[in-house]
């Protein structure tokens, strides 16, 4: 069974949608009765796969982002994979990235970002790797 909306003006808001999944709208009349073909309306996001994820080491900790023009979503972090999900860092994000500092870098991190909005958004885990020590001070000196 479809929700409906009831109207007497020309328009409607149709809210509480999932922007990840196409809508389907009928219009109906009662005076005449009368039906509208059945319009579909397409997903205005796509769904957050764990490709769209990247990330670089900053000088203070890792930058997290998605090329995707989404904003929003929720990140959580953390750096024991077996810790309860809901012991992680919560962080809401508001931008289509986010730096979390305050880690040891010597250890994985990983951060699981929810995106993709509406009530079926998928969470997918991303593990960024410890960072590789800088070697370079081994190479300089005097011969």
Do not use: C
Request: proline share 6%.
């Amino acid at each position: 069974m479809w929700a409906a909306k009831h109207t007497k003006t020309r328009s409607v808001l149709i809210s509480g949608i999932e922007p990840t999944e196409p809508t389907f709208v009928m219009v109906m009349g009662f005076d005449p009765i009368s039906y509208s073909p059945i319009l579909t309306i397409p997903p205005q996001r796509k769904e957050l796969e764990l490709k769209d994820l990247k990330y670089e080491y900053t000088s203070s900790g890792v930058r997290v982002w998605r090329d995707e023009a989404v904003v929003g979503g929720v990140v959580r972090y953390a750096q024991n994979i077996t810790q309860p999900l809901d012991t992680w860092t919560i962080v809401d994000s508001n931008t289509t990235d986010i730096e979390i500092n305050n880690i040891n870098m010597a250890l994985p991190l990983y951060v699981m970002v929810t995106g993709g909005g509406g009530t079926r958004a998928r969470s997918h885990v991303l593990t960024v790797a410890p960072r590789a020590r800088d070697t370079t001070g081994f190479y300089l000196g005097d011969d």
